[in-house]
């Protein structure tokens, strides 16, 4: 006998294993199983608060294996592969290369992932930014030190349970397995994102920290790659490499990408993207709300047994759309700049989302309607990401501090007297919002606020601070491909991927799309 199916459990009940049992064997009338949970999420729209149970049951033994990458040998006269950026995109692709007999060889223009740390620790407390290595570039990617958040809503479940079962075999925990919502923690990720790397290698993959794509040279038709030209940062030579096919996965801030391709005339086109900011709370008032607790006793004994809390929120008209994106409940605002004069916000949690804050990005749509050059500008949303992170940069005070106000003053047009702690580093600057953000993201935020905070009785509190931009939450521009060849329309062996090119939208999704860009190139060359 095997048996799935769900139940309802009160969350305090969560770890009662006597319970559990209690439940199922009045559901299937055995005396002797056995059982292991398959998907686990919390309901807690409503007191009392539940827990929603997938359970897989049998009469024997429930044995649930981890899938590992099982590789090919590539020491003879392998294909090439050659990919940019090793972020999840770029190291999934390169281990679905080994799996089907393909050398991968990658080129990241930052640093392996524990160097990387000491660029970001030059970020927060001195503001200076590396271009090459901080929150966004070098080993694992922005995820690596941005919250590591696996959920998806991607339908390929396949693909998903895959990616999933891989950073389990890496190192991550099995609960990401079962957990609705599953998360890493930025913690934990640099030592799976070791381990990956080490498992390329020793497996005949080569990773070239510090190289930067900076160009490359076409046919004469303009309809295949023949060589990159890739710079060794460290060296400062600039070498020029035969390619067969080139794997972009640069991530959605790779702008010198963007640059070279409009540049050599490839096709790039605008990609619609949100533009807006962080706003952060107090983590028991968010828990308040969201468990409906009355009191601190309360949160205290809720939280004994619930996770941070967190929320999803979504205001839409005929005039714009504003929603929550990359919530990270017990987590940091962090500066995510990747160049000069330029200020940007994102957030991360730790695995234990233990920090006293819970802040997300609340975000305004933008497509090309708010930005009419960019039917004749592929860059144009760019080039509008920019403007806002260099006035936010000047306003904050030119040193990485960020321009904030209390979300009270914002909804009533004022500056903040002064303003509540914040997880942000360097620091914030008392600011009005208003003079950093274009006028309809204004406005629709001030209008969201004002219609979140009636779906979350208080939401706008003199506790809350607002941290302007958050910015990068998408590409801007997109590379289009063919959708069953994954191609370029253009230049046939180039593959655009993941998060940079404007096919995927998280750590999930670009590790699946890398997965998917490499099938496609063992079809056409018949691997």
Request: glycine letters at 6%; one cysteine or more; charged letters at 20%.
């Amino acid at each position: 006998m095997l048996k799935t199916f769900s139940i309802q459990i009160p969350f305090f009940k969560i770890n009662d294993d006597k319970y559990i049992r209690s439940i199922i064997q009045q559901e299937t009338g055995l005396e002797n199983f056995y059982y292991t949970i398959l998907k686990k999420s919390i309901d807690a729209r409503k007191k009392p608060i539940k827990i929603n149970l997938k359970v897989l049951v049998d009469t024997t033994p429930i044995t649930r294996e981890i899938n590992q990458p099982v590789v090919k040998d590539i020491s003879n006269s392998s294909p090439i592969v050659h990919i940019v950026g090793a972020g999840p995109a770029g190291l999934f692709a390169a281990l679905r290369c080994l799996e089907l007999g393909i050398k991968p060889v990658i080129f990241e223009q930052g640093k392996m992932v524990r160097d990387r740390r000491r660029d970001l620790a030059n970020i927060t407390k001195n503001g200076i930014v590396n271009p090459y290595s901080n929150y966004c570039f070098g080993e694992g990617g922005a995820g690596t030190y941005s919250d590591g958040k696996l959920y998806t809503r991607s339908d390929k479940r396949g693909d998903v349970d895959t990616v999933l079962n891989y950073l389990v075999y890496f190192g991550a925990s099995t609960d990401i397995l079962v957990d609705a919502h599953p998360h890493i923690g930025t913690n934990k990720l640099p030592h799976i994102i070791e381990f990956i790397r080490t498992f390329i290698l020793q497996n005949g993959g080569e990773i070239y920290f510090q190289h930067q794509l900076i160009n490359f040279n076409l046919s004469d038709d303009k309809t295949q790659i023949k060589s990159i030209l890739v710079k060794d940062l460290i060296g400062q030579k600039i070498l020029e490499i035969p390619c067969n096919d080139l794997i972009l996965a640069t991530g959605h801030s790779a702008r010198s990408i963007y640059r070279l391709l409009h540049e050599k005339q490839i096709y790039i086109e605008f990609k619609p993207f949100a533009i807006g900011v962080r706003v952060e709370h107090p983590q028991d008032l968010v828990d308040s709300i969201q468990y409906h607790c009355a009191t601190n006793s309360e949160v205290e004994y809720v939280r004994s047994y619930l996770p941070a809390a967190r929320y999803t929120l979504v205001h839409t008209t005929q005039e714009f759309s504003a929603y929550s994106f990359c919530m990270c409940p017990g987590g940091i605002i962090a500066p995510c700049a990747t160049d000069v004069n330029e200020v940007v916000t994102n957030g991360w949690s730790p695995s234990k989302r233990n920090n006293p804050f819970a802040n997300s990005g609340i975000v305004v749509a933008i497509n090309e309607k708010i930005i009419p050059d960019s039917k004749n500008n592929p860059l144009a949303g760019m080039h509008y990401q920019q403007e806002i992170e260099r006035v936010c940069f000047n306003i904050g005070g030119k040193n990485l501090f960020a321009p904030a106000q209390r979300i009270t003053d914002f909804v009533n047009n004022k500056e903040s007297a002064s303003l509540p702690d914040c997880s942000y580093r360097p620091g914030v600057t008392s600011a009005h919002l208003k003079e950093c953000l274009p006028s309809y993201v204004y406005t629709a935020l001030k209008e969201a606020f004002i219609t979140f905070n009636k779906k979350m009785r208080g939401y706008i509190t003199e506790q809350a601070i607002v941290v302007a931009p958050e910015s990068r939450t998408s590409s801007p521009v997109r590379i289009p491909r063919n959708k069953e060849t994954l191609q370029h329309v253009q230049v046939k062996n180039l593959y655009p991927c993941a998060e940079g090119s404007g096919y995927a939208g998280g750590i999930v999704s670009a590790a699946i799309d890398g997965m998917n860009v490499v099938n496609a190139i063992a079809k056409k060359i018949g691997v």
